[in-house]
């Protein structure tokens, strides 16, 4: 009795999701390699091939997962790699309506958002003197994160809950100033402030600055 061939499409699914956990693999690998050689060697002093020796797979793995050092670094400090905790207080912050609770909120994200990427970030600050092409990527992610202070900016001043007399421009300047990286790095880098001291400050600061002060 002759057996029907096996279907090539019942296959599929599952080489598929093997090839996918593959995919993810390497990816957090390459990621992983790249994250311990910029903080030994520096951003200048790492290269492709090095990173690929690191992260066992070959250069042109590199090249056509990511295409370049820098899209790697970029991978590393875009909001998409933020950890899933941050994710989830972002999801909480666009579903909350109490302004006070939104403002402190931010503060947490900032913190959490910054605390595990202090070595990328720092890269990211001071690599762009020796490679000119990262000043391009620091514009991006600012004018990013200043795009997404702005629209915080906007719910306060819709639902009126934005302090008397603050412009929406002036406020959207305050917000993303007070969140940005350099005020995180002074204080917590340079001045040795515990993060939750600074969220706390943060908060009350946010709350003052932009915030209708509470009746009574």
Same mark, same amino acid.
């Given at each position: ?10 296959? =599929? ?7 996918? +956990? &593959? /995919?993810? !693999?390497?990816?957090?690998?390459? #990621?992983?390699?790249? %994250? ?65 609770? =939104? ?7 900032? +913190? &959490? /958002?910054? !605390?595990?990427?202090?070595?990328? #970030?720092?890269?990211? %600050? ?68 515990e993060p939750v001291r600074y969220e706390t400050w943060l /908060? ?6 932009? #915030? ?5």
């Amino acid at each position: 009795m002759e057996h029907a061939p096996q279907s090539s499409e019942g296959k =599929r699914p599952y080489h598929s999701r093997a090839r996918q +956990r &593959q /995919a993810e !693999e390497t990816r957090r690998r390459i #990621l992983a390699a790249t %994250r311990e050689l910029f903080a030994s060697r520096g951003y200048a002093g790492t290269t492709l091939e090095a990173i690929a020796e690191q992260a066992l797979v070959s250069p042109k793995t590199i090249a056509a997962v990511f295409g370049s050092k820098h899209a790697i670094l970029a991978e590393v400090v875009h909001p998409d790699a933020f950890g899933p905790h941050v994710q989830h207080l972002l999801d909480e912050l666009r579903a909350t309506p109490e302004p006070e609770l =939104r403002v402190a909120l931010v503060a947490q994200i900032t +913190r &959490q /958002a910054y !605390e595990p990427l202090v070595l990328e #970030l720092e890269l990211l %600050r001071t690599a762009h003197a020796v490679a000119p092409e990262l000043a391009e990527l620091v514009r991006e992610i600012e004018t990013r994160r200043r795009q997404n202070q702005g629209r915080l900016v906007a719910y306060l001043d819709e639902h009126h809950m934005l302090r008397q007399g603050l412009p929406v421009e002036e406020a959207t300047d305050v917000l993303w100033t007070l969140t940005s990286y350099d005020l995180y790095r002074m204080l917590v880098v340079e001045q040795s402030w515990e993060p939750v001291r600074y969220e706390t400050w943060l /908060a009350q600061l946010l709350t003052q600055q932009l #915030l209708q002060p509470a009746a009574g």
